[in-house]
């Protein structure tokens, strides 16, 4: 099996496929689509690290390469998304946003917050091919390697308002102090959220994150029902094997689930914290590592 990583390069433009081609052949594999149809089905197929995303491939649409953004991000959710268009920024913006409005009109979990937060994430990975002062392919390789050097995500899910064990606020003092402090000072380079977001929000949040998160730990504590989807919702997804399981108590974990690894902690002393912070440090670095140490019963079945 080669070492190389792999891109996915989608462009209408058949020489700067084969250009893009040869100035990474030495370090990466680079696999070529001209249109979205071919791409569609790369990204379903093929495993890649990287995807080049041209804004224009779809002659009938100014801007039809925009709806292979989130189709990759979807379906490739360890990939790193680099958008490249003949003009800058600044030129389609507007244009852009229009665009992911009328998609809105078709999406019912869009909304103007989503669209936001997509072009904004567009201008963050954008680099104009057409800039006469920079090298395409070297502009192109910083970004690469600025996307290698950014946060992994660990998502958190757990209950928020009160429940049998914990009130609102003790939720919100796991989360913050014994969860996500430890892990974002823990020196491997993790962001850690929860879903912090009005309810009318939450659900497409909810679900970009158990898609896309490096990690998820979820924690069962008195079985919430919204934890227990949102576990059985990660299970079935791409990074599925990369969930941590914990709870207050033994009992909280499902039968189904007891043939797992977790992790039983007990938050009110001092000492019994540093001690689930050090079981939970332990589990991340072994999920890293090597994702089969926290399997999904669901991948597992289904021998994905």
Not at 27 to 53: H, R
Not at 134 to 163: G, H, R, Y
Not at 270 to 299: H, M
Request: with cysteine.
């Amino acid at each position: 099996m080669s070492e190389f990583k792999t891109i996915l390069h989608i462009d209408d433009n058949e020489e700067l496929l084969r250009n893009v081609k040869n100035f990474f052949k030495d370090k990466y594999k680079v696999i070529g689509a001209t249109s979205i149809e071919e791409a569609k089905k790369l990204i379903l197929t093929e495993d890649f690290d990287y995807a080049f995303i041209d804004l224009q491939l779809d002659h009938s649409s100014e801007y039809g390469g925009i709806s292979l953004i989130n189709f990759t991000k979807r379906n490739k959710p360890n990939a790193k998304t680099i958008i490249v268009s003949a003009y800058f920024y600044d030129q389609v913006k507007e244009d852009l946003k229009q665009v992911l409005l009328d998609q809105c009109k078709k999406d019912e979990i869009y909304n103007e917050k989503d669209v936001m937060d997509t072009l904004n994430e567009i201008e963050k990975d954008y680099i104009c091919k057409g800039d006469p002062n920079q090298n395409f392919f070297k502009a192109i390789f910083k970004k690469m390697q600025k996307l290698d050097n950014k946060k992994k995500q660990c998502f958190v899910i757990m209950p928020f308002s009160e429940t049998k064990s914990c009130s609102e606020d003790d939720w919100s003092f796991i989360f913050r102090n014994l969860i996500k402090k430890f892990i974002e000072e823990s020196n491997l380079n993790y962001e850690c959220n929860r879903a912090d977001l009005p309810q009318g929000e939450i659900i497409r949040h909810i679900l970009d994150n158990l898609n896309r998160a490096d990690i998820v730990v979820a924690d069962l504590t008195d079985k919430n029902s919204n934890v227990l989807y949102e576990l059985g919702v990660r299970h079935s997804l791409k990074l599925g094997n990369r969930t941590i399981l914990i709870a207050q108590n033994v009992q909280d974990i499902p039968s189904d689930l007891r043939g797992l690894k977790f992790i039983i902690y007990d938050w009110k002393e001092e000492s019994r914290r540093k001690k689930f912070q050090s079981e939970l440090l332990d589990a991340i670095k072994a999920v890293t590592i090597n994702p089969v140490e926290c399997f999904s019963p669901v991948r597992k079945y289904l021998d994905l």
